[in-house]
T-cell receptor, first 110, second 115 residues
Framework: GENVEQHPSTLSVQEGDSAVIKCTYS??????FPWYKQELGKRPQLIID?????GEKKDQRIAVTLNKTAKHFSLHITETQPEDSAVYFC?????????FGTGTSLTVIP | DVKVTQSSRYLVKRTGEKVFLECVQD?????MFWYRQDPGLGLRLIYF???????EKGDIPEGYSVSREKKERFSLILESASTNQTSMYLC??????????????FGPGTRLTVT
């Protein structure tokens, strides 16, 4: 089956700096890669996603890049703000199943 | 707006008890999922269902069973709860990819403690 690895597990950045979280996957058949943000005590919420036929997608301060050849995808957050502090999960979908990374706890220091 | 609800936010049960966790979605989604979330382990799939009465094992099905008698409801059952099943349980639902971007919608979670 699919195996998704996520790094780093924790990340601290100064407010206004950029944050990058990286994930790798193993199954070349995976074709959909969402990113979820989970604030403390709340459910995961989809923040951005990318399909395998696209290399990059942006939504305001958030972007995701996908390298199918290398089987890795990354989340980029620019101009970070304290409200970006949360746990971020990447996932890869193969067929009906989603496979999640282990999460990155992002802290934005004011 | 998709709503996925779970029957309890917090639950405390004793070892050996039978536990039912219920999940209901209101968007006529075919696919429903049960995950458990543990620190450092992320979200791990227990079971999923792609249609009524259909179920598939995920990565960690041992000690769990599921029931999907109606499309909107997906139940997770712990036949005999054990302390290592203390965790946060998250339900999710997803429509078919043709209906949209195929994202999952999560319920609020049930924090289960087994003593």
């Amino acid at each position: 089956g699919e195996n998704v690895e996520q790094h780093p597990s924790t990340l601290s950045v100064q407010e206004g700096d950029s944050a990058v979280i990286k994930c790798t996957y193993s199954d070349s058949a995976s074709n959909y890669f969402p990113w979820y943000k989970q604030e403390l005590g709340k459910r995961p919420q989809l923040i951005i996603d990318i399909r395998s036929n696209v290399g990059e997608k942006k939504d305001q301060r958030i972007a995701v890049t996908l390298n199918k050849t290398a089987k890795h995808f990354s989340l980029h957050i620019t101009e970070t703000q304290p409200e970006d502090s949360a746990v971020y999960f990447c996932a890869a979908r193969g067929g009906n199943q989603f496979y999640f990374g282990t999460g990155t706890s992002l802290t934005v220091i004011p | 707006d998709v709503k996925v609800t779970q029957s309890s936010r917090y639950l405390v049960k004793r070892t050996g008890e039978k536990v039912f966790l219920e999940c209901v979605q209101d968007m006529d989604h075919e696919n429903m999922f049960w995950y458990r979330q543990d620190p450092g382990l992320g979200l791990r799939l227990i079971y999923f269902s792609y249609d009524v009465k259909m179920k598939e094992k995920g990565d960690i099905p041992e000690g769990y069973s599921v029931s999907r008698e109606k499309k909107e409801r997906f139940s997770l059952i712990l036949e005999s709860a054990s302390t290592n099943q203390t965790s946060m349980y998250l339900c999710a639902s997803r429509g078919p990819p043709g209906q949209g971007i195929g994202e999952q919608y999560f319920g609020p979670g049930t924090r289960l403690t087994v003593t």
